[in-house]
T-cell receptor, first 111, second 112 residues
Framework: KQEVTQIPAALSVPEGENLVLNCSFTDSAIYNLQWFRQDPGKGLTSLLLIQSSQREQTSGRLNASLDKSSGRSTLYIAASQPGDSATYLCAVTKGYSTLTFGKGTMLLVSP | ETGVTQTPRHLVMGMTNKKSLKCEQHLGHNAMYWYKQSAKKPLELMFVYSLEERVENNSVPSRFSPECPNSSHLFLHLHTLQPEDSALYLC???????????FGPGTRLTVL
C-alpha cells in the first residue's frame, strides 16, 4: 500500500526566506506527483504536477523536483511571503486516478 | 460560475437523517471524485467516476452512496451516519484520470 510522508509537519519562517518542503513515498511505481496548497477551511489548489518521466517543474517562485527511484520530491519556495501561508500537500498517482496524499506541511510566513 | 462548486458549504445532521451533498463542475471534465478529509489524517479518496461510470470505490461504507447523473454533476447521498463521519468532504474533477484535479471548496459535515 502506497504511503506518503511529508516533513516537516509544520514550519514557521520570517518573510523573505527560501524554504524546502519534503515529500517521500514508499512505492516508486507512480504515474505522476502533484503538489497542492490548501487554505484553512477551503479546497485544494493544484500548484505543480510532475510526470514520472520528468525531474522538475517550475511555476513562478515555486520549483518542485522528483526523484522517482528514491521515492522523494521537494517543493522549493523562493523569497517566501505572508500570502504563502497555507498547508502544502503532496500526492502521488498510481493506476487510473488514485491520488494518495500525505498529511501536509503547515507553513506560516510571518511579516 | 466557473470551476468546481459544492453545496451546501456546511451541514449539521443527526444520525438518523438523510441528506445529500452536491458537486458541480463547469470545466468540461470527464472524471469526478469524492474525498474525505478528517482532522489529523491524510485526504482519503472515496469514489471515482469517469464518464458517469464508477471506476473506483475505496471500501467506503454503504451509508455513503454516490450518484453521477451526468459528467457535470456528482452527488453523495448520506444516511444513518456516525459521529466519526464528521469531516470536510471535497469534490474534484479532471479532464481524464491522472490529469490535474481541480477541487471544490468542500462541505463541512458535522454528525451529532
Amino acid at each position: 500500500k502506497q504511503e506518503v510522508t511529508q516533513i516537516p509537519a509544520a514550519l514557521s519562517v520570517p518573510e523573505g526566506e527560501n524554504l524546502v518542503l519534503n515529500c517521500s513515498f514508499t512505492d516508486s511505481a507512480i504515474y505522476n506527483l502533484q503538489w497542492f496548497r490548501q487554505d484553512p477551511g477551503k479546497g485544494l489548489t493544484s500548484l505543480l504536477l510532475i510526470q514520472s518521466s520528468q525531474r522538475e517543474q517550475t511555476s513562478g517562485r515555486l520549483n518542485a523536483s522528483l526523484d522517482k527511484s528514491s521515492g522523494r520530491s521537494t517543493l522549493y519556495i523562493a523569497a517566501s511571503q505572508p500570502g504563502d501561508s497555507a498547508t502544502y500537500l503532496c500526492a502521488v498517482t498510481k493506476g487510473y486516478s488514485t491520488l494518495t496524499f500525505g498529511k501536509g506541511t503547515m507553513l506560516l510566513v510571518s511579516p | 460560475e466557473t470551476g468546481v462548486t459544492q453545496t451546501p458549504r456546511h451541514l449539521v445532521m443527526g444520525m438518523t437523517n438523510k441528506k445529500s451533498l452536491k458537486c458541480e463542475q463547469h470545466l468540461g471534465h470527464n472524471a469526478m471524485y469524492w474525498y474525505k478529509q478528517s482532522a489529523k489524517k491524510p485526504l482519503e479518496l472515496m469514489f471515482v467516476y469517469s464518464l458517469e461510470e464508477r471506476v473506483e470505490n475505496n471500501s467506503v461504507p454503504s451509508r455513503f452512496s454516490p450518484e453521477c447523473p451526468n459528467s457535470s454533476h456528482l452527488f453523495l447521498h448520506l444516511h444513518t451516519l456516525q459521529p466519526e463521519d464528521s469531516a470536510l468532504y471535497l469534490c474534484a474533477s479532471s479532464l481524464q484520470g491522472r490529469d490535474t484535479q481541480y477541487f471544490g471548496p468542500g462541505t463541512r459535515l458535522t454528525v451529532l
